[in-house]
Nanobody, 119 residues
Framework: QVQLVESGGGLVQPGGSLRLSCVAS????????IGWFRQAPGKGREGVSC????????WYAQSVKGRFTISRDNAKNTVDLQMDSLKAEDTAVYYC????????????WGKGTLVTVSA
C-alpha cells in the first residue's frame, strides 16, 4: 500500500516561493512516477507537473513552466515541488500522486496541502 503525505503548504505573498514535499511510506518513490496536481476552489483538478520513474523525464503544465521545478530526493524518499514567482491563480490544494507512469488518473493520492497566494 502506497501512502503519500504532502507538506509545505501555507500562505505566501504574490512573487514569493514555497517548497512542497511528498513523502511516501512503505515504498521507495523512485520506483514510481510522481505527479503534482492542484484543485482551486470551484474548479476541477489540474495536472501541474510529473516526473517519470523510467527515465526521469519531466512534464510541466504551461501555466507553471519556468516557475515550478519538480525533483526527487531519493535519500529522503521524497519528491519536491519548488514553486517560485507565485501568483494568486496558483492558490489551490496541491496533491501528490503515484503510479507506474505519469497520467491524469493516477492510482495513489495524498490528502493534499493548501497553498494560498495573497497579499
Amino acid at each position: 500500500q502506497v501512502q503519500l503525505v504532502e507538506s509545505g503548504g501555507g500562505l505566501v505573498q504574490p512573487g514569493g516561493s514555497l517548497r512542497l514535499s511528498c513523502v511516501a511510506s512503505g515504498v521507495t518513490l523512485d520506483s514510481y512516477a510522481i505527479g503534482w496536481f492542484r484543485q482551486a476552489p470551484g474548479k476541477g483538478r489540474e495536472g501541474v507537473s510529473c516526473i517519470s520513474a523510467s527515465d526521469g523525464s519531466i512534464w510541466y503544465a504551461q501555466s507553471v513552466k519556468g516557475r515550478f521545478t519538480i525533483s526527487r530526493d531519493n535519500a529522503k524518499n521524497t519528491v519536491d515541488l519548488q514553486m517560485d514567482s507565485l501568483k494568486a491563480e496558483d492558490t489551490a490544494v496541491y496533491y501528490c500522486a503515484a503510479d507506474l507512469t505519469c497520467r491524469y488518473a493516477m492510482t495513489y493520492w495524498g490528502k493534499g496541502t493548501l497553498v494560498t497566494v495573497s497579499a
